[in-house]
């Protein structure tokens, strides 16, 4: 009974499955393999890619674009795996959950004769890769140092709430900390916040608890920052300090754009780089169009003055 | 705290000392001491007063985890079922304020569903668990995999964001409270007392206790073991949904990451409470300190730069682990 259930279910799959299969053969696929949208900026990066998928279909006929998202490293190989040898894309648009991990299974889609495009997170051999599209995080410690340096006059104490312990968040606090020496700017304490609101919350609550005095607060990323505003809010330490996130959150921009006083500025470091990356990509595909090997977006520096730019009020982040 | 324990105390103290009842009360002490030595900070009111109030998530949730780990039971989906209902309260309470306008009703609205998406979901898993004839394990891991992927939906992968109106009116259930005492520390208080009345002054604590500790015994006993064990499930979900009711006022939002490993840190709480994982023995107020302990261990290597940040994680982890060494070389002596 059970094999004879298997068999229907089996025979009932193949059935959906086979003409999507054949049609799919005179089209040019395009692979996507971003991270699950379980945080923050993620959501805006899986919301960004899903636009992109519509826009370039209506835009290329015979485009297909396959997103597929995964939650771990593990995963994220076997995503790729499958992109190749099930649904046979000519073309693979990875964002990778780490560099190191995902170098190898990356190489041997390279190796199969696919074009391959990365993004954000370089892998640990440059040469994979046919084109490589990403934030700059160095720069986007180097943008928000330069800004908190200039705000204080080069003087003041500071607290710096750092993301996860990876190669990405080092780069920023290098960046910033290079930005800042030199100057009479002290570091009070630095401690990671996860890039998430809770902790962001908590970190805060203590720093304002162990520093009598703060005059301006790193937090390095949109989430965190909302954390620490609350934090700041329940302390009535507003008048104090002022904080500097990043990412180009839309709550965050709006904040800008309304002139808050505790948000003066944001720093960008946009999860719509997937769409470029997916948009050039696409174009040197179908269009066989000429392309550059490297696209380095620019932590710009979100000012009241600039801000309705940057703002989508669609986005989920 | 110490007087609710005496009396348990004096119950089972025969061969003097028992480490295994005050040992987390002992730990606690050693941690508060270490605390107040790292730092000035540590002992002011506002952050004992911060301290508390963050325990009371995981603390509420863990006083509910008592009962389902005593029972034999184990419900991993607690974490995320906090992030949903508090993403659905959210979305109800955006959808209700065209209409009812930014006050009370709609918060209380808010309430009632978190309330009985909690009642609903203790029910599913403890059905699935009873009548579906399913390891607790299987069950909770399923629907912790439901609930967070339905919050990641409902969100679109970004985050559900309380309307400001509300937002302000909700405000203060985290932030306010009476003489200084805030009202997540109350209703954690008024949770706890419960939760130790149930346990020990109740015929359905002492079931928990009796199937937790043999299930087939219990059944021959004529104890109706399916509903015992569905009453704690349902016990547990209600206890989430009270933890929402404080969370969502705090930052006003729910996202994808709202909850993630609370499950672990309501069961490290119970366990570092001296409650047995394998059932049969249970601890509220041991839950309590373990729940404030782990809050702490935070607290404190936040209020020190001494240690790199690099290291927190394995601070935590030894700190819990030599907690419960002490208590299970104390206990199996007995």
Same mark, same amino acid.
């Given at each position: ?13 193949g ?9 799919a053969?005179?089209?040019?696929k ?19 890619? &899903?636009q ?14 396959v ?12 995503? $790729?795996e ?23 299974p ?21 040469s $994979? &890769?046919?084109?490589y599209v ?5 720069e ?10 200039e705000?204080?006059?080069g ?12 190669? $990405? ?10 930005e800042i ?9 630095m ?25 301006a ?8 920052a ?8 329940q302390?009535?330490?507003e ?8 990412a ?5 921009i709006?904040?800008?754009m ?11 470091y946009p ?14 595909l ?8 490297e ?19 669609d986005?989920?982040? | 705290m ?15 000392f028992?480490?295994?009842?005050y040992?987390?009360f002992?730990?606690?002490a ?36 008592t009962?389902v ?7 991993l989906s ?11 309260? =959210? ?15 709609? =918060?209380?609205?808010g309430?009632?569903?978190a ?22 394990f ?15 939906y ?10 400001s109106?509300?937002?302000n009116?909700?405000?203060?259930v ?7 005492v805030?009202?997540?520390?109350l209703?954690?208080a008024?949770?706890a007392?419960?939760g130790?009345? =149930? ?23 004529? =104890? ?22 404080i ?5 006003g ?31 509220i107020?041991?839950?309590v300190v373990?729940a ?9 290597l936040?209020?020190?730069?001494a240690?790199?940040v690099?290291?927190?994680g394995?601070i ?6 030599v907690?419960?060494l002490?208590q299970?070389s ?5």
């Amino acid at each position: 009974m059970k094999f004879g259930l298997a068999l229907v279910a089996a025979l009932a799959a193949g059935l959906v499955l086979a003409p999507s299969g054949a049609s799919a053969q005179q089209k040019i696929k395009m692979g996507v393999s971003i991270p699950a949208a379980t945080h923050g900026w993620a959501g805006g990066l899986n919301w960004h890619a &899903q636009q992109a998928e519509k826009k370039l279909e209506k835009q290329y006929p015979n485009l297909d674009v396959v997103i597929v998202t995964a939650r771990d490293v593990g995963r994220q190989a076997n995503d $790729i795996e499958d992109l190749v040898s099930v649904r046979n894309i000519d073309a693979l648009v990875i964002l990778p959950f780490e560099s190191a991990p995902m170098t190898d299974p990356v190489r041997a889609v390279k190796q199969a004769g696919k074009f391959v495009t990365v993004v954000d997170r370089g892998l640990t051999d440059p040469s $994979i &890769q046919d084109l490589y599209v990403a934030g700059n995080n160095p720069e986007m410690g180097q943008v928000s140092g330069r800004f908190i340096k200039e705000r204080l006059g080069g003087k003041g104490d500071i607290v710096v709430l750092r993301g996860i312990p990876t190669v $990405i968040d080092n780069q920023r606090v290098d960046g910033f900390m290079k930005e800042i020496e030199g100057t009479q700017i002290k570091v009070l304490g630095m401690q990671y916040a996860n890039w998430n609101r809770d902790d962001g919350f908590k970190v805060m609550q203590d720093f304002l608890a162990r520093f009598p005095k703060i005059d301006a607060v790193w937090a390095q990323d949109d989430d965190i920052a909302l954390g620490v505003i609350e934090a700041v809010k329940q302390a009535k330490r507003e008048k104090e300090m002022f904080i500097l996130g990043g990412a180009g959150m839309k709550d965050m921009i709006k904040r800008v754009m309304d002139k808050d006083t505790l948000v003066p500025a944001d720093v960008l470091y946009p999860p719509s780089m997937i769409a470029e990356a997916m948009e050039i990509t696409a174009k040197h595909l179908v269009e066989k169009a000429p392309i550059k090997k490297e696209y380095i977006i620019e932590a710009t520096l979100v000012t009241p003055e600039n801000a309705a730019k940057y703002y989508y009020p669609d986005s989920p982040f | 705290m110490t007087p609710t324990v005496l009396p348990e105390a004096a119950r089972r103290s025969g061969a003097g000392f028992d480490l295994k009842l005050y040992g987390p009360f002992l730990a606690l002490a050693a941690l508060i001491l270490l605390g107040a030595l790292v730092n000035p900070a540590f002992l002011s009111p506002t952050n004992i007063g911060n301290v508390l109030t963050r325990t009371a998530f995981i603390g509420i949730i863990a006083v509910g985890a008592t009962f389902v780990i005593t029972a034999g039971g184990i419900d991993l989906s607690v974490g995320s079922l906090a992030a949903f209902a508090s993403g659905v309260m =959210i979305v109800v309470m955006n959808a209700l304020v065209a209409g009812m306008g930014p006050g009370v009703p709609v =918060i209380l609205v808010g309430v009632l569903v978190a309330l009985g998406l909690g009642l609903a979901a203790g029910l599913v898993n403890g059905l699935l668990v009873t009548k579906g004839r399913m390891e607790a394990f299987i069950v909770t891991l399923g629907t912790m995999g439901i609930f967070r992927s339905l919050v990641t939906y409902m969100a679109d992968g970004g985050t559900l964001s309380l309307n400001s109106a509300v937002r302000n009116v909700y405000r203060p259930v985290y932030y306010g409270g009476v003489f200084g005492v805030s009202f997540p520390i109350l209703m954690f208080a008024v949770v706890a007392v419960a939760g130790a009345v =149930i346990l020990y002054r109740t015929r359905f604590g002492r079931y928990c206790a009796a199937i937790g500790s043999n299930e087939d015994v219990a059944r021959y006993s004529a =104890i109706d073991t399916d509903r015992v064990k569905l009453a704690a499930f349902v016990l547990q979900g209600l206890c989430v949904a009270l933890a929402v009711v404080i969370y969502v006022p705090r930052l006003g939002s729910a996202s994808a990451t709202t909850g993630l490993l609370w499950e672990l840190e309501a069961i490290a709480a119970v366990i570092i409470g001296g409650t047995m994982l394998k059932g049969g023995y249970g601890r509220i107020w041991g839950t309590v300190v373990g729940a404030v302990m782990l809050t702490l261990i935070d607290n404190i290597l936040n209020l020190t730069g001494a240690i790199s940040v690099y290291l927190n994680g394995t601070i935590q982890g030894v700190i819990i682990i030599v907690a419960v060494l002490l208590q299970r070389s104390a206990g199996s002596r007995r």
